[in-house]
C-alpha cells in the first residue's frame, strides 16, 4: 500500500511537472518621454515540454514562445543590482513560473552589464523605482496576456540595487540630502533639485502586495525611512556583505521595517552569493560575481532560497 501511495504521488509529480514548465518570451516596453525604452523577458506557465536555451553563457530549461496555460496567475517584478541584467535572477524566475507565476525582469537602462553608462549617476537611482512602475503599467496593460494576469496578487523580487528598488516601490523614501556625493560637481536638472532640497518623492507603486528583498543596498535610508511600507516582507542578508552592503546594514533595515519581515541571513554567503551559480566561462573572467567562501554550496543554497521565496509568495499571494 505504502509503495502504491508513493507510486501515486511520483506520477502526479511528474504530470505536474510536464504540465507546468517555464515559458519564455522576451519583452520590449516603450519609451515614455523621457525615460528610454525597457528591455527584458517573461517566464510564465506553459504547458509544453522545456528544453536548454542558451542566451550567452547562460543556460536556461525553458520553452520559447509557447502559448500561456491557465488563468488569472499572479506576477512578481525582478529588478537586478548594479551592472546585472534581466538574467541576473533567471534561476529564481524559473522556479516561480513552474509553479504558476509570472515573471517579468527588466534592464535598468544605463545600469546594465553591457551598458555602465549611468551606473554611477545620481538619475539611476530615481529611474529605477519608475521603470518597476512601467513595468507594472506594461504587464497590466499593453501586454498580450495582460487579461490572465490577476491584478491583485502582484510581488516583487529584487537584489542589491534591485532591493533598493523594490523598498521605494513599496513604499520607502530614502533620504538623499542636499550634498549628495552623485552629485558633487554635476549640475544636472535633478542633482539641482537635490542641491536645492525640492526632488519630488519617487515612484511608490501600492499595486505591489508582498516583496521579497535580497541584500539591499540601503545608504540612502533612515529610522523614518520605511515609516508608510505596509506590504510583508522576505528579507535576505549575506553573512559578509559586499558591494556596498553590510550584515549590519540588512539588519537594521530589519528592525526598521513597521511589520517584522522574514529575515533569512546566509551562513557563509557573500553578497554575490544570491546570483545564480556561474558557468565555466563566466566563472573565469568574473571571479569577484562567482566566487564563494571555501565550504559555500551556492548550488545548494539557490535550491534552498528559490524554495523559500516560493512558499513566501504562494502565503502572501496565493
Known amino acids: 500500500m505504502n509503495l502504491r501511495r508513493l507510486l501515486s504521488c511520483l506520477a502526479f509529480s511528474l504530470a505536474a511537472s510536464l504540465a507546468q514548465a517555464a515559458g519564455f518570451k522576451p519583452v520590449d ?8 525604452p525597457l528591455k527584458g523577458a517573461v517566464w510564465y506557465p506553459c504547458s509544453q515540454q522545456p528544453s536548454e536555451v ?15 496555460a491557465g488563468e488569472k496567475h499572479p506576477l512578481v517584478v525582478i529588478s537586478h543590482g548594479r551592472t546585472g541584467s534581466f538574467l541576473g535572477h533567471r534561476d529564481t524566475a524559473e522556479a516561480l513560473a513552474d509553479a504558476g507565476f509570472i515573471v517579468v525582469a527588466i534592464n535598468h537602462p544605463g545600469d546594465t552589464s553591457r551598458d555602465k553608462s549611468r551606473t ?7 529611474e529605477r523605482p519608475a521603470d518597476i512602475k512601467r513595468t507594472l503599467d506594461y504587464m497590466l496593460g499593453s501586454w498580450p496576456d ?3 494576469i490577476d ?38 536638472p535633478l542633482c539641482e533639485q537635490v542641491h536645492a532640497g525640492q526632488l519630488a518623492e519617487l515612484s511608490h507603486d ?9 541584500d539591499p543596498l540601503s545608504v540612502f535610508f533612515t529610522g523614518e525611512s520605511f515609516k508608510n511600507v505596509r506590504v510583508p516582507v522576505q528579507l535576505w542578508g549575506s553573512e559578509r556583505g ?23 541571513v546566509v551562513p557563509g554567503s557573500q553578497h554575490f552569493s544570491f546570483l545564480p551559480p556561474c558557468p565555466a566561462e563566466l566563472a573565469q573572467s568574473a571571479a569577484d560575481l562567482c566566487g564563494d567562501q571555501p565550504g559555500f554550496d551556492r548550488a545548494a543554497f539557490h535550491a534552498d532560497f528559490n524554495a523559500g521565496v516560493l512558499a513566501f509568495f504562494k502565503a502572501q499571494l496565493g
Open 29 to 36: 516596453i516603450p519609451a515614455q518621454g523621457a525615460l528610454q
Open 54 to 68: 542558451r542566451f550567452g553563457p547562460f543556460a536556461m530549461s525553458v520553452s520559447m514562445d509557447c502559448p500561456l
Open 120 to 126: 554611477g549617476e545620481f538619475s539611476v537611482f530615481v
Open 146 to 148: 495582460a487579461a490572465r
Open 151 to 188: 491584478a491583485g496578487r502582484i510581488g516583487f523580487f529584487g537584489f542589491s540595487r534591485g532591493g533598493y528598488t523594490g523598498l521605494v516601490a513599496i513604499g520607502a523614501n530614502p533620504l538623499f540630502g542636499k550634498r549628495l556625493r552623485l552629485c558633487e560637481g554635476k549640475s544636472d
Open 206 to 214: 501600492p499595486r505591489i502586495k508582498a516583496a521579497v528583498i535580497a
Open 242 to 264: 559586499g558591494d556596498g552592503v553590510t550584515p549590519a546594514s540588512v539588519a537594521d533595515i530589519a528592525s526598521l521595517l513597521p511589520t517584522k519581515p522574514d529575515f533569512h
